[in-house]
């Protein structure tokens, strides 16, 4: 894992919400480090546009974020993988495809804003973004270059374990 950019797709259902913030985040906060990706099991299609607006808000860049399925990461064409991670429970709990490189994996469970009633959602959506923003600062801090994979992939999972995770149950 030296020397390149790293590989990150982030996972949930529909990939219409808390995958999309992840990538914007990861992109934004990691553009050095990391390359970001998201994908859903059963995406939805589109992108739900409290998620555009809430990045829009914190200034995230959102370039052209896209509902799609993650088995276009399974392709021989698709990058390679250094890393998987849920964000959603459903996502989690699903039999994924085999992913080319053998990424490290995380779970980071987030409750899905959009599942609030309307005129909860930019309250549920920026909270979302805050527990993601926060752990994406973790990950892009630890030092991937030093850390074995075995304790790499602790550490990752680490952070979403971590009581950030509490703050996701408060939405």
């Avoid at 490290?104 to 804003?113: E, F, L, N, Q």
């Avoid at 309250?123 to 892009?140: D, G, K, M, T, Y």
Wanted: some cysteine; hydrophobic content about 40%; glycine content about 6%.
């Amino acid at each position: 894992m030296k020397n390149r950019k790293l590989n990150v797709l982030f996972l949930c259902t529909g990939n219409s919400a808390r995958s999309i913030l992840a990538e914007a985040l990861l992109n934004h906060h990691g553009r050095d480090q990391f390359n970001a990706y998201s994908a859903g099991s059963c995406p939805t299609g589109r992108v739900h546009p409290m998620a555009v607006h809430t990045l829009e808000k914190w200034q995230i860049p959102v370039g052209h974020p896209s509902s799609k399925n993650w088995n276009l990461f399974a392709m021989p064409d698709a990058p390679l993988l250094d890393f998987v991670i849920t964000v959603c429970d459903s996502a989690a709990g699903e039999t994924c495809p085999l992913w080319p490189g053998q990424p490290v994996t995380a779970h980071w469970g987030i409750k899905d804003p959009a599942t609030v009633a309307p005129e909860q959602q930019p309250i549920a959506f920026a909270q979302a973004c805050s527990i993601l923003e926060r752990r994406i600062r973790i990950f892009v801090s630890l030092p991937m270059a030093t850390l074995s994979r075995l304790a790499l992939e602790t550490r990752v999972r680490a952070i979403g374990t971590s009581d950030n995770s509490t703050d996701a149950e408060q939405t």
